[in-house]
């Protein structure tokens, strides 16, 4: 097995473009690593210049410890498996699943046993006779996910493998996936735009954003300490809630202000503070589940107007109207919280968030776990 080690890595093409800008990234050997952003961020452009399939523009690429940067792709130990199937559609499941063992000159038996198991695994039996073409895009996609895993590669390479599935099916891939990576305890990458996927398959999740790595780290450390807005907004479903305002001091308290709300901060944020916020304009974020709602007026709270409840059977969410920003509030379920009423939120103060709100300021700031 081998892991990655990506030193300002960078992919700039002829007419300027910089789709991953200064990329470093520490992959240990059999680790999951997850990366995520919004399209176009550069995470699909960096699996390729791992894969070998788009030059690296500068930078180094370290395979174990050997430098790859100008290794052919198949000479790198690393199996991928692409949005796209990339099925040979004159040959049947098990031949497309075994083209790689034929072409290494595996033995038979060995090479049948393995497309066995993986028509077993990813739920294909009794379809290794058909053709590509008889086949769901969701079995398309799992014939070409067993074709990668039966060379027991040294890196796994996933393009959003799954995208193709449906929702049952999806989340008991992912199950597999995990229990894979635990058997053949090769290093993963995974590419996804899916969040849930992150979180629950990842060792780590790397978030990019416009070829800028904004955040690595677990994904508990991601959800419970983000390094910054973009990434507080982008892991967590509903997302955070987020208040634009300014910073004041008053009586000896750091006060969050805006014009429809008045917080005081707890004590505990103040070293947070000094340390990390730079600026009079600022971000207070919070997420659902960390909100308690009430009728009563609350002693430091947030007031809004509850707008609709959404039941999703383990969790109720209402929206609250705060000023001109709906926020959403976890409740019980059947709490069948009253509509139209002014209410007020009561923050977990261990669980608040503090951002400058100031992209260029913000967004450059990475926390690495």
Known sequence: MAGLRLEHIQKKYPNGFE???????????GEFVSLVGPSGCGKSTTLRMIAGL??????????????????????????????????????????????GLKINKVDKKIRNDKIEWALDLLDLNGLGDRKPSELSGGQRQRVALGRALV?????????????????????K??????????????????????????????????????????QIGS?????????????????????MNFLEGELAHENGNNVFINKDVKYVLPASMKSYIET?????????????????????PATNGIEGVSIITETLG????????????????????GSNFPTDKKVYLTP???????????NATDDAKVRFA
């Open 219 to 239: 994904p508990t450390e991601i959800y419970t300490r983000p390094a910054n807005r973009f990434v507080a907004g982008f892991i967590g479903s509903p997302p």
């Open 348 to 358: 977990a103060e261990d669980k608040l968030h503090l951002f400058n709100n100031d």
């Open 54 to 99: 788009e030059d690296i523009s500068g930078g180094k690429l370290l395979i174990g410890d050997k430098l790859a940067n100008n290794v052919a792709s198949k000479d790198r130990g690393i199996a991928m498996v692409f949005q796209s199937y990339a099925l040979f559609p004159h040959m049947s499941v098990a031949a497309n699943i075994g083209f």
């Open 173 to 214: 891939m992912r199950t597999e996936l995990k229990r894979i990576h635990k058997q053949l305890k090769s290093t993963i990458i995974y590419v996804t735009h899916d969040q849930a996927e992150a979180m629950t398959l990842s060792d780590r999740i790397a978030i990019m954003k416009n070829g800028d790595l904004m």
């Open 276 to 296: 990390n916020i730079s600026q009079k304009e600022v971000v207070l974020g919070m997420r659902p589940e960390d909100l308690a709602i009430s009728l009563t």
């Open 151 to 171: 060379l027991d590669p040294e890196v796994l390479l996933l393009d959003e493998p799954l995208s193709n599935l449906d929702a049952k099916l999806r989340v």
């Open 19 to 29: 789709a991953v800008k200064d990329l470093s990234i520490d992959i240990k050997d």
């Open 314 to 333: 383990s969790d109720d969410f209402v929206a609250v109207e705060v000023g001109k920003k709906l926020f959403s509030v976890r409740t019980e379920p």
